[in-house]
């Protein structure tokens, strides 16, 4: 490799790193250096890409290159995990994200009904947001109310003993707030 190419490489090199770092907030950034002092970094990588969704609301191919490089793994890892697990959202949240609970004591009370209505009446798998950016719909894992299973939380209101008929109805509310 000639000088001339060495020293091109150093400053894209340089460039790319300083891009990544004004594209993650500094916590994050000191985060994955932390992180890269485990013997194992590759061991911290669901955590770090935890705090990037935390941060932005879901994970962009921009902010996962920038994780890439600071941590030094391939980008086609980081995008193969985060679109592995079901927790990690590729788009933007709706204006009204929409969680299921799927945990046991809301599923043996019917949530997956729920959940196949509002899979149907928005037109959405969960993961994804209606392209008028209104709804994004999720499951997760017990919401920590389940005595009032089934639960469905939109925003951050609680709605309780969900049935399937009752979600045209939801929907229909959240979509009147929108326009109001
Ligand atoms: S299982 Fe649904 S709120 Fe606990």
Known sequence: MSKKTEQMCCCQEMSCKVDSQGILPDSIVRFIETCKKNPEPQSQLIAVLHQVQDHFGYLSPKTMDAVAY???????????????????RLVPAGKFHISICLGT?????????????FREELGI??????TDGLFSLEVSRCLGTCALAPVVKIG??????VTPDKVPALIGHYAALAKA
């Open 156 to 161: 951050e209101t609680i709605h309780a003993q």
């Open 125 to 130: 798998e969960h993961g994804e947001t209606t």
């Open 105 to 117: 004591a809301c599923y043996v009370k019917g949530a997956e009904a729920v959940l196949n209505k």
């Open 70 to 88: 600071l941590m030094e793994i391939p980008a086609a890892k980081i995008s193969g995990v985060a679109s592995f697990y079901h927790y990690f």
